[in-house]
């Protein structure tokens, strides 16, 4: 897929799924806004896509914070003229295993404002300027399977991942006559650091066979953003090699 001359902005693009996501559009052509709160590992993005040959820039961003989203928005149409793609991917998990008895009401808002509110906010502001676009724009939300099952002591951040979820069926509704498709990726089990480290029995409770990688989401991105497929819009495309549809029993 070529996405040459479009604009996409990733946000949490500094390492694992969001760095991979970045890489892939480059590739295709697109000019990539890579924003991100960590400045260091944001710059090394943006220069292993420049050293590649392609286009990118680098905006610090806080996305719990309603002006520094808003001024995301801002800077990538002075640099590339309007936003096409915006992938919501920055999220944080800890503090996600604290005790349901100590979880404190500051650590929940945390969560649900850095993860949930902020794919409000950025689809939002991005909204406003894809809507001027001939061809409208893509929105895609990482969601999770913590949406769908859950582990112990996970309260804030399987709140914060089924609350995307719903968002992007209720913002796909809204923006659907705007020409802005709004989807969600939930991924299972995605290995962003020594993959080559993983037991074989991590990859066998896979039926896939295997454990995922960011590339895995990466590619799902470039499909639900293709313009050929803007029939696809308000869905939520688990990719998690097959883990959330085995049944365990315990013997």
Same mark, same amino acid.
């Given at each position: 897929?070529?996405?040459?001359?479009k604009t996409i902005i990733v946000t949490g693009a500094g390492r694992? #799924?969001? =760095?991979?996501i970045a890489m892939s559009y480059a590739s295709a052509g697109a @000019?990539?806004?890579?924003? /991100?709160?960590?400045?260091e590992k944001g710059r090394q993005t943006v220069n292993e896509i420049?050293?590649?040959?392609?286009?990118?820039?680098?905006?610090?961003?806080?996305? %719990?914070? /309603?002006?520094?989203?808003?001024?995301?928005?801002? =800077? $990538?149409?002075?640099?590339?003229? $309007?936003?096409?793609?915006?992938?919501?991917?920055?999220?944080?998990? @800890?503090?996600?295993?604290?005790?349901?008895? +100590?979880?404190?009401? /500051?650590?929940?808002?945390?969560?649900?404002? $850095?993860?949930?509110?902020?794919?409000?906010?950025? *689809? =939002?502001?991005?909204?406003?300027?894809?809507?001027?676009?001939?061809?409208?724009?893509?929105?895609?939300?990482?969601?999770?399977?913590?949406?769908?099952?859950? +582990?112990?002591? $996970?309260?804030?951040?399987?709140? %914060?991942?089924?609350?995307?979820?719903?968002?992007?069926?209720?913002?796909?509704?809204?923006?659907?006559?705007?020409?802005?498709?709004? @989807?969600?990726? &939930?991924?299972?089990?995605?290995?962003? /650091?020594?993959? @080559?480290?993983?037991?074989? #029995?991590?990859?066998?409770?896979?039926? &896939?066979?295997?454990?995922?990688?960011?590339?895995? #989401?990466? =590619?799902?991105?470039?499909?639900? &953003?293709?313009?050929?497929?803007?029939?696809? *819009?308000?869905?939520?495309?688990?990719?998690?090699?097959?883990?959330?549809?085995?049944? #365990?029993?315990?013997?």
């Open positions: 897929m070529s996405f040459k001359d694992g #799924i969001g =760095r991979a @000019n990539v806004v890579v924003a /991100e709160l960590e400045e420049v050293r590649h040959g392609g286009k990118a820039l680098f905006v610090l961003c806080d996305v %719990s914070r /309603e002006a520094d989203i808003v001024a995301l928005m801002r =800077r $990538t149409v002075e640099a590339f003229g $309007t936003i096409n793609i915006l992938i919501n991917n920055a999220g944080i998990a @800890n503090p996600h295993t604290a005790s349901v008895y +100590e979880l404190s009401v /500051e650590d929940w808002d945390k969560v649900m404002n $850095t993860n949930a509110r902020s794919c409000f906010l950025a *689809t =939002r502001e991005a909204a406003k300027i894809m809507k001027g676009n001939p061809q409208g724009g893509a929105v895609i939300n990482l969601s999770s399977t913590r949406s769908l099952m859950s +582990e112990a002591h $996970t309260e804030a951040y399987a709140a %914060s991942k089924g609350a995307i979820s719903a968002l992007t069926h209720a913002m796909a509704i809204s923006l659907g006559p705007d020409g802005i498709t709004v @989807n969600c990726i &939930s991924p299972g089990w995605i290995e962003t /650091e020594e993959y @080559n480290e993983l037991r074989e #029995i991590d990859h066998k409770q896979h039926p &896939s066979g295997r454990v995922g990688t960011p590339q895995d #989401i990466a =590619r799902a991105c470039l499909y639900l &953003s293709a313009e050929d497929n803007n029939f696809v *819009t308000g869905a939520q495309l688990v990719i998690d090699g097959g883990m959330t549809r085995k049944m #365990i029993y315990e013997p």
